[in-house]
């Protein structure tokens, strides 16, 4: 096997922090304003061959959204420092593509061209532009803009004979991008958006909307079995993650536990048709892609992450156990950090998609393989590429799971359910992963339930500070009352274990220590995260 750089080690940021991995990829979509077209958003970013940023013009609609979403969460949630100018050209891009003949997303076929493609797909970005504008800036236009949106879908579409050509494409002439794509990869992908909408509003409409895309999709797509099948449910692996995320999300807010029960089911059955068993998604399923078995996309194990701690809190913490597998040994490791297999290329017409390309990427999210940026079996056509929509749903997940990794329950308890290091006005976590040691340090007194990995042998727990018998419940180790300024140190083993990854074609070999990556098969690939396993 041949001796392979690992341009995706980390250099100066911890793949084991959240909050460094936050603040990294809110860099990287506060540079990515295309200069040559009025500050729109750079989509695509090719880091090789030829690295470049470019396609500003159609996805206007939907990179803004993904952006808002995420640099107003991640203020929010870890206090990262904003550039407000760069807010402001996100809300101006958000509201122009708002401003073609109907109150939609829309996105221009090229540069200089008019706002007229639409794509249901991009509802979802749309709502969470607007959601995040409104909740984090109290944007009164955002919600003028949402509510005629919201009464703008009621008005061209209904869920028996979808848009109305007649009108959006003859009267108004609008191109709908996706009309014959399945109804899953489309308008249902907004759910989870509406439903965040309706969270910092509680405007009932948005909720009732969620309602009907809701009952369309379990009718017709995500059935009780938990069955996979390309023909309900399409072949893109992300459209599918964020409909079940989105599923997620309204059944934690309506309390809804049939609904809940019907994400478990695809969670546990079919999402395995798509992902591996450290989360890796594969970006397109079907016969067309048997040829890229390891070509994935980050977003996707994003959004199985925010599906998997929403099923957690809902009474089931084994998915806790999943979300810090995925975190640790995927989508941590596989943001850009190392750019230096980047290579600047000559730019004598000073396109601005050409200028410094690899310092504005930095931080970034693509297509990766389970052990590295540049998948095997790439075809020519490909490259190393790393979307900026991407970037965006991932920050907004690692969010979600940064906020989760404890919480400080109404009834003043609190729990430990991620072993990050971790700090809010309530506790400090100080992980076995980084320390010596598992280390609870509360800030308010109160009873205390620390998540014990099912790997750990109970009886290999030495707990120190504990002024009574160790008690566990289920997965957790629990300490009725327990007083502020006391820490409770947890001393076990992070086990070393093997697994396999079954990709289409191969096999992949994992050395793990706990929830973490030791080493990995990578079949002489280049740019890889992990040692390469031996033999």
Not at 441 to 463: E, F, H, N, Y
């Amino acid at each position: 096997m041949k001796d392979v750089p690992h341009y995706g080690r980390l250099k100066d940021v911890n793949t084991t922090n959240m909050a460094d991995a936050i603040r990294l990829g809110c860099l990287t979509m506060q540079r990515v304003f295309n200069r040559d077209d009025n500050d729109s958003i750079f989509m695509v970013s090719r880091a090789r061959p030829d690295p470049e940023l470019s396609m500003s013009a159609i996805y206007d609609g939907h990179l803004p959204g993904r952006h808002l979403n995420a640099l107003l969460n991640a203020e929010a949630a870890t206090g990262v420092s904003l550039d407000e100018e760069a807010i402001q050209k996100h809300r101006r891009a958000a509201f122009y593509a708002y401003s073609g003949p109907v109150r939609l997303p829309m996105g221009r076929p090229r540069v200089g061209g008019d706002l007229v493609n639409l794509a249901g797909h991009d509802l979802r970005e749309g709502f969470h532009a607007l959601y995040a504008l409104v909740k984090y800036r109290k944007d009164e236009e955002a919600v003028r803009i949402a509510e005629e949106s919201i009464a703008a879908v009621f008005e061209f579409w209904n869920p028996d004979d979808g848009w109305n050509l007649q009108r959006m494409e003859g009267g108004l002439g609008i191109n709908i991008m996706d009309k014959s794509e399945n109804f899953s990869r489309t308008l249902p992908r907004a759910i989870g958006s509406l439903v965040k909408y309706y969270q910092a509003t509680g405007y009932d409409p948005a909720l009732e909307l969620a309602n009907v895309f809701k009952d369309k999709l379990l009718a017709d797509h995500y059935l009780p079995d938990g069955a996979y099948s390309i023909e309900r449910l399409g072949t893109h692996g992300h459209s599918i993650a964020c409909d079940l995320s989105s599923l997620a999300q309204l059944a934690d807010l309506t309390n809804d536990k049939a609904l809940m029960d019907r994400v478990r089911a695809f969670y546990d059955k079919g999402m395995w048709d798509l992902r591996d068993e450290i989360g890796w998604v594969v970006e397109k399923t079907g016969q067309s892609r048997i040829d890229r078995p390891d070509y994935g996309e980050g977003n996707s194990t994003g959004d199985l992450v925010e599906t998997a701690l929403i099923l957690g809190r809902s009474g089931h913490p084994e998915y806790f156990e999943d979300v810090e597998r995925m975190l640790r040994c995927h989508l941590l490791p596989s943001q850009l950090r190392d750019v230096s297999f980047i290579e600047s290329q000559p730019n004598p017409h000073n396109v601005d998609g050409r200028r410094e390309v690899a310092e504005r990427i930095t931080g970034g999210w693509g297509f990766p393989a389970p052990y590295g940026h540049e998948p095997l079996e790439l075809d020519g056509m490909d490259a190393v590429l790393f979307h900026m929509d991407i970037v965006g749903g991932v920050v907004g997940s690692l969010c979600d799971a940064y906020r989760a990794a404890t919480r400080y329950d109404e009834a003043g308890g609190h729990h430990v359910d991620l072993l990050f290091d971790h700090e809010t006005d309530a506790i400090t976590v100080d992980s076995n992963y980084t320390h010596d040691a598992l280390t609870v340090t509360l800030k308010k007194r109160g009873p205390l339930r620390i998540r014990i990995p099912s790997w750990v042998p109970r009886d290999a727990i030495t707990v120190e500070g504990v002024g009574q018998p160790k008690r566990y419940d289920g997965s957790y180790l629990v300490v009725a009352d327990h007083p502020a300024k006391v820490p409770i140190t947890l001393q076990y083993d992070l086990a070393a274990s093997e697994i396999l990854l079954r990709h289409r074609t191969r096999k992949i070999r994992v050395t793990l220590r706990g929830d973490s990556v030791v080493a990995m098969d990578n079949y002489g690939a280049d740019l890889t995260y992990f040692p390469a396993l031996d033999g």
